[in-house]
């Protein structure tokens, strides 16, 4: 007997964000022919013309961060029809680069941009889980091909797709890295970044800035506090804990130490 | 007895959101009963995430890192750009190697982009599809050549990024790590074997039925002539000068002498045009028709069997001129791969306050970052200008045009599908004109 | 042996005991035996989940090759063992662990709290007392609920309720309807007292959530109860049923070598528990 | 058991390990391309091996139990079965050059994964398959504390390598052989016999590297002090203002045993990869069952990693999780050391004196 497969009910929803995880969806690298002969496309707007938002999906990809509010009322839609949310990408699960400016004043912000600012409808940058619930979270900027295969493979055998929940250290061990933190003394956010990406910049003879996102419970202010033991300047710990994911709670406690990270309007 | 066309009798073409293109946008276009184009608007409603406001703040260092998140197709284009205008505002001369690899990365993902484009975006238009998805199962081939030839062209931008999107090798005045030869060998190995599909794929866009449009724009590109002994300029992506079919031939640093931007209120985009009043257009097409003497003689000789003659004036025909430099970009690949022996070199930065401008050839056009940066090496002001934005007055104005010339004979669905060709023939990218 | 060794099972049988709990019948399919004591657990598998360790809720039956597993469909393994059909497979390997102390026993009385699904790796242990009625002394069964409906082997429990050799005591929380079984309202603990078991001489055996097997032992233990004769099985994440892979160390005691079954002072000690 | 010692001039050795090399995969300390550090690594010539080395961020015990590795791949028939497959064969591999510390390692791993009845079957083809070559250390790193754990200078326990080795400087190697295997593999070389006058030089050796110690732990009543304060202030302390939980400490401790498994399916579910990798008690979710984490506060999740480690340890395997290697403080981001907690229970237990403190 072989599992019987059903074709899964695809819908992509984008928000504010640079549609990279959408790409990468459309190129899924080796298993774009697999994914597409797995999935029924009823909302992809990257990839196909027409289709209908009504649903019903069996699993829902969210791309991008909520920073308008229509976007919050098609979201609460479709979380009713969507069988398994997942945001995809920094921006749907920690608000990722669009979140930076959640630290300066809105209108402040938007001066910045346009000189009318009447037709901007910004609120501050959230996160998808702050508005609906979600069924776990394909983390990454862009998104990780791991994860993204475990949540298409899992749905299709019909359990739980489990994510990587570890830090990034536990990938540089694997690989043997040099830990730059501690041999070179760079600012590594990999202590407290979940995750996925294989240890990608540590490999590549760099700090990670957590382009992933805070792990699960990181303990970011010990790793603020040890920055700054190594001398970093105060504002630069708070850039290093707003760059990405400033809307946790997790790196929000590390920001905080050394600067504020909410702001009027 | 002759009616009278009655202005109230509108056609309207509304397009509520407007799919296979990169970020959110919509379109509105009104025709009177007799012809006349009342009302063109592209609506770009992909929301603004204010960039060039919380640039401001930053250190140099994160600014390449941040800008490649504003596009998630030409992420290498973003960050050559904001890494080449901190290195202009430190005074900072990145070394020939850093250049080559910086231009290598960049065509890479000018063909990346162009194949995604047109396989995914575009292809579905002409053959009656709602997407590839739907395409896949009846063009095997087609799908087959799109795995191959992106897998190549990625491996180079992760081989020597980390990652083909979002690269993390690459950082103000050099690379943190450089791949060793072997693997640049390879590299170019893999792309020559898929040398053969690039042509085959500009055959088959060649053979497309594209509707018949005279842009009436300028095109803009950036241009590098020949240094030395040089035979001919190398055809630029990362550097050289603005020029124009107008006669423009600037220094980057005099952009804002000949281009302005404008804010619309029913586009979250901003507007470029050129300073005298006209319209513009940049990337592929544009490139190709300014710098065709630059391209390879395979490419010129391909061009030929396709049809292609210069100046081509058809926006449509961005299509056959991103087929070309697929083309192009390959052997140019091959070449720099097979030259560039790497050497180690540390990246160094002496911090220094200053304004910096950098400007590069996305896949999809002009690309300009504008930096004012502090001793401490904290960005005060950002301005950047996407390809998009600079070809966003020209869309409308090839849609009029296409609306006045299509509006009586076609039908609203015909009608529909081409206003929808033209922009996708632009490839724009709403995430970026936005950012 | 080598770890793992995969065996493959066949299901023979389902019977349902509540809205999300069945008791499942598998056969080896190698047509080997299988011999395991109450208490024992295998580690059930299914190509792409992982594995889930489940106690057998039935007695070994000698040259069969045959087991019952009484399994809630909460995780991924136990869905999709859910999902399966009759006739259609999973991975074995086991069994694993220590059972209960049947050897204690002998000349006892014998007290079994359980709770909930606890009361499934007790099964086989109160069939095994049943048909060893002469070797004990007094034998009874507290057995909780949340609800009626919540509660598993409902055949069986109507049959130990009439029979003199079992006192039996059911409890739920919330009395929903009425059936042929004598409920009472309350926890477990609320019925602990006045029970014709002498403390100095009984072995209590308590399986349950990790909450309810403290409130149980400890209150056995105020009661006068020999500590090291209350014995409870841990529900742990046991992984690789070996004790190789870590995951179910409470102190220096792996739950599935050293365990499932343990004494109230030898897990009392550790931290890390609800005891 | 056949033991034997010889003298090995350096050169002959290397000779010799260069003859290796044609049946085995040589693995041996040499210096990392980036960030300068030593690693255990295959070994393509000698010159490339660094035996000065100290400290390896992972151990060799990688090579033997690696961080990732497929268990089993199992298909689904079309008559409904599953057919198992499982590793069969891993290659032979020298371990060249392993310090006293991390020979200790190893036997607490063959401790864990071959107990009798319950062996690990790929532990088992990778220890089979490897020859173990241990080399003493000639420096003492600041870290090293392996002479209180009992596991160093010099290697004591006559099991579990092949072929020991001490540098006695210019006289060559004393190469002490353990079995068969490296007996008649040493056979070929027609190496000297050694006398009690290297033996005497070796312990002359042993004897100033225990002066060389920066760093020491009493052991003596570490068990009972450290199962007593499990709710000592030290543990919540540490993990709320150093912890990262970012399980470094376990990754590159060479005892740490714990893995998890991991199955991908193949997109058609026909196959099945089922891969275990080194997991952490460290990881939030390493002790969530079903509604419950037995560990979710970051100071049970240390103080499991310290008490395992110099306590609970001992009842389990009879030894302790420790080999005093100093990996885990060395590589701790925050360079939480196990040993400065322990001495800080052991203060407010009256058991230490502060100022002997180091």
């Known amino acids: 007997m072989l599992v019987k497969k059903k074709k899964l009910r695809l819908g992509v929803f984008k928000y504010s964000c640079c549609a990279g995880c959408e790409f990468e969806l459309i190129y899924f690298q080796k298993y774009i022919r697999e994914t597409f002969d797995n999935v029924d496309i009823i909302y992809f707007r990257m990839a196909k013309s027409g289709g209908s938002e009504e649903g019903p999906f069996d699993l829902v990809l969210i791309d991008g961060a909520i920073t308008e509010a229509w976007q919050v009322d098609q979201l609460k839609r479709v979380r009713q029809v969507a069988r398994f949310l997942l945001p995809i990408g920094s921006c749907a699960v920690n608000g990722g680069i669009p979140a930076i400016k959640n630290h300066t004043s809105e209108l402040d912000m938007e001066k910045r941009v346009y000189q009318d600012i009447t037709h901007v409808h910004s609120i501050k940058t959230h996160p998808v889980d702050d508005y609906v619930q979600v069924d776990g979270y394909i983390k990454g900027c862009p998104m990780g091909r791991k994860d993204l295969y475990e949540a298409f493979t899992s749905l299709l055998l019909g359990k739980r797709p489990s994510f990587v929940n570890y830090s990034v250290c536990v990938e540089c061990k694997i690989k043997g890295n040099t830990c730059v933190l501690i041999s070179y003394g760079w600012p590594c956010m990999g202590p407290v970044t979940n995750g996925g990406c294989g240890a990608l910049c540590p490999s590549y003879n760099r700090a990670c800035y957590a382009c992933w996102g805070p792990m699960e419970d990181a303990n970011a202010p010990a790793l603020a506090r040890q920055f700054e033991k190594m001398g970093l300047a105060p504002d630069d710990i708070f850039r290093r804990f707003t760059q990405y994911g400033s809307t946790k709670p997790e790196f929000r406690r590390g920001a905080e130490l050394y600067g504020s990270t909410t702001q009027p309007f | 007895m002759d009616r009278q066309p009655n202005p109230f009798n509108s056609k309207t073409i509304s397009i509520d959101y407007l799919a296979r293109t990169e970020g959110e946008s919509g379109l509105m276009v009104k025709i009177a009963e007799g012809g006349d184009v009342q009302e063109i608007k592209l609506k770009i409603f992909e929301p603004p995430r204010f960039f060039e406001g919380f640039l401001v703040g930053r250190k140099y260092s994160e600014a390449g890192d941040i800008v490649s998140r504003i596009c998630g197709i030409c992420p290498i284009s973003h960050l050559t750009t904001s890494l080449q205008a901190v290195e202009d505002a430190m005074g900072i001369m990145p070394s020939p190697q850093t250049r080559r690899l910086r231009r290598l990365m960049c065509v890479s993902q000018v063909v990346a982009s162009h194949i995604i484009h047109l396989y995914m975006f575009v292809l579905p238009d002409y053959f009656g599809y709602p997407g590839f998805a739907e395409m896949m199962p009846e063009f095997k081939k087609e799908t087959d050549y799109l795995l191959a030839m992106k897998e190549a062209v990625n491996n180079v931008a992760e081989k020597i990024g980390g990652r083909p999107l979002n690269p993390v090798s690459m950082v103000v005045n050099g690379f943190t790590k450089l791949p060793d030869r072997e693997t640049m060998l390879s590299l170019a190995e893999g792309i020559r074997a898929v040398l053969p599909m690039a042509y085959e794929t500009a055959m088959m866009m060649s053979r497309l039925p594209y509707p018949d449009l005279e842009t009436e724009g300028e095109f803009a590109a950036l241009r590098k002539e020949a240094s030395g002994e040089e035979e001919r300029g190398e055809y630029a992506f990362n550097e050289g000068r603005l020029v124009s079919s107008g006669g423009l031939n600037l220094d980057i640093h005099d952009y804002f002498a000949a281009f302005c931007e404008q804010e619309q209120g029913y586009a979250q985009a901003k507007k470029s045009f050129l300073k005298t009043g006209n319209t513009y257009m940049s990337g592929a097409l544009a490139r190709v028709n300014l710098k065709f003497d630059q391209l390879h003689d395979e490419t010129k000789k391909l061009a030929q069997e396709i049809g292609f003659s210069r100046p081509d004036r058809n926006p449509f025909h961005n299509n056959l001129a991103q087929a070309l430099e697929i083309y192009d970009g390959m052997l140019e690949s091959i070449r720099l791969l097979s030259e560039i022996d790497p050497k180690k070199e540390v990246p160094s930065v002496d911090i220094r306050a200053g304004e910096g401008v950098a400007i590069t050839e996305a896949p999809r056009g002009l690309l300009m970052h504008r930096y004012v940066i502090d001793r401490r090496g904290v960005i005060e002001e950002a301005n950047l200008i996407t390809p998009t934005s600079q070809n966003f007055a020209n869309i409308e104005r090839d849609l009029h045009l296409l609306a006045a010339r299509y509006g009586q004979s076609d039908d609203h669905e015909a009608l529909r599908l081409k206003c929808e060709q033209l922009i996708r023939a632009y490839d724009p990218c709403f995430s970026c004109s936005v950012h | ?275 | 058991m056949q033991e034997q010692a010889f003298i090995i001039e350096k050169d002959q050795l290397f000779s010799w390990l260069e003859k290796l090399q044609q049946e085995f995969l040589l693995i041996g300390p040499k210096k990392q391309e980036e960030g300068g550090g030593v690693a255990f690594l295959p070994i393509k010539s000698v010159q490339e091996l660094d035996l000065n080395y100290t400290l390896t961020m992972m151990g060799p015990q990688i090579y033997l139990y690696p961080p990732e590795e497929t268990i089993c791949t199992v298909w689904r028939k079309d008559d409904g079965g599953f057919e198992v497959r499982m590793r069969e064969e891993v290659p032979r591999q020298v371990l060249f050059a392993v310090r006293s510390c991390d020979l200790q390692a190893i036997l607490v791993l063959d401790k864990v994964f071959l107990r009798p009845g319950l062996e690990d079957r790929n532990y088992r083809l990778w220890r089979e398959n490897t020859l173990l070559i241990g080399l003493h250390c000639s420096s003492i790193h600041p870290q090293c504390f392996c002479a209180s754990m009992g596991s160093g200078p010099f290697f004591e326990p006559r099991q579990g390598y092949d072929l020991l080795l001490t540098d006695l400087g210019q006289i060559g190697y004393l190469a002490e052989t353990l079995g068969e295997r490296a007996s008649s593999l040493l056979a070929a070389l027609k190496a000297q016999p050694a006398t009690q006058t290297h033996f005497d030089q070796k312990r002359q050796i042993g004897h100033y590297l225990l002066t060389q110690f920066q760093k020491s732990i009493d052991t003596t009543h570490l068990v009972e002090v450290l199962l007593k304060n499990q709710d000592h202030p030290v543990w919540s302390q540490t993990a709320d203002q150093r912890c990262l939980s970012c399980t470094n400490c376990t990754k590159v401790c060479p005892t740490c045993f714990c893995y998890n498994t991991k199955d991908t399916v193949s997109f058609d579910l026909v196959r099945c990869e089922r891969t275990r990798y080194k997991d952490s008690c460290q990881e939030l979710h390493f002790a969530q069952v079903h509604g419950a984490n037995f560990r979710s506060t970051r100071s049970s999740r240390l103080r499991q990693f310290v008490t395992h480690k110099l306590a609970t340890w001992v009842e389990q395997f009879g030894c302790f999780g420790c080999v005093g290697c100093g990996r885990c403080m060395s590589w701790c981001p925050t360079g939480i050391d196990l040993t400065q907690m322990a001495k800080e229970i052991m203060v407010s237990e009256g058991l230490y004196d502060r100022r002997r403190q180091t």
């Open chain 3, 1 to 275: 042996m080598d770890n793992p060794h995969y065996r493959v099972a066949c299901l023979l049988d389902v019977q349902p005991e509540t809205e999300d709990t069945s008791s499942y019948l598998f056969v080896l399919e190698d047509g080997g035996d299988f011999q395991f004591s109450p208490g024992q657990f295998n580690m059930l598998g299914l190509p792409g989940t992982e594995e889930a360790a489940i106690s057998f809720s039935s007695l070994a039956a000698a040259g069969s090759g045959r087991f019952t597993h009484t399994i809630r469909r909460v995780g991924n393994v136990t869905r999709l063992i859910g999902e399966l059909e009759i006739g259609q497979r999973v991975m074995v390997r086991g069994p694993f662990g220590r059972g209960w102390p049947i050897e204690q026993a002998v000349g006892c009385d014998v007290l079994l709290v359980a709770g909930g699904l606890g009361l499934a790796p007790l099964r086989p242990f109160l069939l095994y007392m049943l048909e060893n009625r002469g070797q004990i002394r007094n034998l009874v069964l507290i057995f909780g609920a949340r609800t009626l409906d919540d509660m598993i082997f409902q055949i069986d429990l109507a049959r130990w309720q009439e029979q003199d050799e079992i006192s039996t005591i059911y409890c739920v929380d919330h009395l929903t309807r009425e059936s042929n079984l004598r409920l009472r309202t309350g926890l477990v603990t609320r019925f602990m007292d006045g029970l014709d078991l002498d403390p100095r001489n009984t072995l209590a055996c308590i399986c349950g959530p990790e909450i309810m097997m403290r409130f149980v032992a400890r209150n056995l233990a105020l009661q006068g109860y020999r500590q090291d004769r209350i014995y409870l099985s841990m529900e742990r994440r046991m992984r690789c049923g070996t004790a190789h892979c870590g995951h179910c160390q409470i102190g220096a005691k792996f739950v599935c070598q050293d365990g499932p079954v343990f004494s109230y002072p030898d897990i009392a000690r550790f931290a890390d528990t609800a005891l």
